[in-house]
């Protein structure tokens, strides 16, 4: 699903010559640095690197990694990602268990305020509080994140910033994908994203890695109107691979009044619906 040798090749091709110290010398063919100029800067001979890039050299060095990783401005998730690409030959991390323990319903149970869900490494929804669902529109099993955001019309109308929600779950996905390259499971939905939309497949062509950790989160719910918020994500400390996602709304604001009528709302439509089924 993912490789050393492309990885690099999308990084060199973002590096801008001039910046690296290299003199213009007429008209580039390449985009961003050459091999051999990214071999040079690195200290590695140019056969090596180019080894590298077409799959056919294994297990290169930590020194060598953080050579590459200084000549191509890597931040610290893409060195990370440089680093555990570089040992999938050596090692494999086995997919995480996804295991939902009955204590985690129980603390979403009591988060009654925002909207709430458990995500795993694939984006899949384990659970949510009743208010994730209110925000999403539907219930949480069956949701898959990044199937909803490219491939449902329903989620690319929810979605406030579309654009940079898509590069957040594909920087995330591709990550996911250097972790756990066996997991057959993550290799479908990828396989699913690519053949259904055009987005996820420039996106994914870029080879961009994201970490998931906090943002703001604008929404445009068809009830109560534009939501912003604040994500949260916290990694479980488990052997499950999941983790929490909170989205509060700042006190005070407009979403935080919009949240509690989102509430509201279905604390009145309860009723009705009870008697509709005679209960």
């Known amino acids: 699903m993912d490789d050393l040798a492309g990885f690099l090749r999308t990084r060199r091709s973002r590096i801008d ?13 390449v985009q961003g640095l050459r091999r051999e100029e990214v071999a040079h800067l690195a200290g590695v001979s140019v ?14 060095s930590e020194q060598v990694l953080d ?7 890597l931040d610290d998730t893409e ?3 440089l680093h555990r690409l570089a040992r999938q030959r050596r090692r494999t991390a086995r997919s ?18 925002a909207p709430a869900l458990i995500l795993d490494h694939r984006l899949d929804a384990a659970a949510g509080n009743r208010l994730a669902e209110l925000l999403y529109g539907r219930p949480m099993k069956g949701l898959n994140t990044a199937r909803h955001l490219f491939l449902q019309e329903s989620g690319r109308g929810l979605y406030g910033d579309w654009d940079q929600c898509t590069r957040d ?12 390259p066996e997991d057959p499971r993550l290799a479908s939905l990828i396989g699913e994203l690519a053949m259904g939309s055009e987005r996820f497949r420039r996106l994914w062509a870029r080879a961009d890695v ?10 445009r719910h068809p009830l109560v109107g534009d939501l ?29 009044d919009a949240l509690r009528l989102l509430a509201g709302l279905d604390a009145d439509a309860r009723p009705a619906a009870d008697a509709r089924r005679g209960r």
Do not use: M, W
């Open 47 to 60: 056969d090596y690197y180019v080894r590298l890039e077409q799959g056919r050299a294994t297990q290169p």
């Open 17 to 29: 010559p001039a910046a690296a110290g290299i003199p213009a010398a007429g008209r580039r063919r």
């Open 96 to 113: 995480p268990t996804g295991r939902l323990r009955p204590e985690l319903l129980r603390v979403l149970d009591l988060i009654s305020g």
């Open 79 to 81: 060195r990370d990602h």
């Open 210 to 219: 994201r970490t998931r950790t906090h943002a703001r989160k604008a929404y």
């Open 169 to 180: 779950v594909v920087g995330h996905l591709r990550l996911a994908a250097g972790k756990y």
């Open 228 to 256: 912003e918020l604040h994500q949260e994500n916290f990694t479980l400390p488990d052997e499950s691979g999941l983790e929490l996602v909170v989205l509060s709304a700042a006190p005070g604001s407009p979403a935080e």
């Open 67 to 73: 050579a590459l990783a200084r000549v191509l401005e």
